[in-house]
């Protein structure tokens, strides 16, 4: 699955500390969380008990680094254990009192040739409501993609953004593409 910059800045929120970043480290994360078993570290991954115990082992002639689809595997796991209570927390958070949202993107809407309307690149920076880090998340979750995503949050920023809450431009729609920053603050 192709994870986009929306996913990516969701995820980054989510965490107060850096994952592990190394191979080596990664694997002693997956060996701590599963009470330094490789027997279950190897039925994690899909590989041999005697395949995790080369990975980890001190000897240095005896050592063998993981491929990359074990190295993607491994990722995966670390992702899927890191920090999950903090996580469930800061979601919360999110949903209920909302985030900050950061982004460099292209914003365009319908106006007249040559106008400061036109589409162009623009730093944003809004305050957003849970109702819309609910729709993001519930979004996530149910497997949608970047494009449904870049929807819910175009529609959240036309009406905070650009139509002050209802409050100016009636009946503008707003779209953006060319995502090349999102970013996400909670608390």
Aim: aromatic share 8%; with cysteine.
């Amino acid at each position: 699955m192709n994870v986009g910059e929306i996913a990516h800045g969701l995820e980054r929120a989510l965490r107060t500390r850096p994952v592990p970043s190394s191979a080596g480290a990664r694997l002693r994360f997956l060996l701590a969380a599963h009470q330094g078993s490789t027997r279950r570290v190897a039925a994690v991954l899909g590989v041999s008990q005697r395949t995790v115990q080369r990975w980890v082992t001190k000897k240095p002639g005896a050592r063998r680094l993981p491929g990359p689809l074990q190295a993607q595997a491994i990722e995966e796991a670390v992702l899927a254990r890191w920090q999950p209570r903090v996580r469930a927390r800061r979601r919360a958070q999110a949903e209920a009192e909302g985030f900050v949202f950061h982004t460099r993107a292209r914003f365009g809407f319908a106006a007249a040739a040559g106008s400061s309307d036109d589409p162009r690149v623009r730093w944003i920076t809004q305050d957003l409501p849970g109702e819309v880090a609910r729709e993001l998340f519930a979004a996530r979750d149910a497997g949608a993609g970047e494009q449904q995503q870049t929807v819910i949050l175009a529609r959240a920023l036309g009406h905070a953004y650009f139509r002050e809450w209802g409050c100016r431009a009636h009946g503008l729609h707003v779209a953006f593409s060319d995502i090349e920053f999102a970013d996400f603050s909670i608390g």
